[in-house]
């Protein structure tokens, strides 16, 4: 589960996950786990430790009518704010910018949620500061 995976040491970002209940996805799951990894792992180092990453899954409608999960994560920008959103997913990237996150390790992510069947989007989020990232995969 999701809300199991973030480690809330002190010296990281606290956590908060919602649900709607729980979603079934097609995705191989040692894939999907190195993707979340990843994406936490950027979140809570950005955030900082007196920051907080949220994550809320949800059912959606894709394209198609056919339905997705969704899984959006917002946390501050921090170090990340200054740089354009195509970059981030870009390899190399973020090279610099945060510790413990490997070079190609969001390029990476992006590609195993595409051979998935589903996406990953990297943007701002709707308040001010905030990044987002929206995984999205086909529900089973």
Known sequence: SLA??????????RFLFRA????????????LVLVL???????????GPQ???????????????TPQAELRISFPAGPLADIPAPEVLEPYG???????LGPNAL??????????????LYGEGSDPGQALFILSLPCA
């Not at 990894?37 to 955030?47: E, F, V």
């Open 4 to 13: 199991g995976m973030a480690n809330t040491g002190s010296d990281r970002a």
């Open 20 to 31: 709607e209940g729980p979603l079934e996805v097609r995705s191989d799951k040692a894939l």
């Open 37 to 47: 990894d990843a994406i936490l792992t950027l979140a809570s180092s950005a955030a």
């Open 51 to 65: 920051g907080e990453v949220r994550a809320s899954a949800l059912e959606v409608t894709g394209e198609g009518g």
């Open 94 to 100: 973020l090279r610099g910018k945060l510790p413990g």
């Open 107 to 120: 390029a990476a992510a992006s590609r195993i949620m595409e051979g998935q069947g589903g996406s990953l």
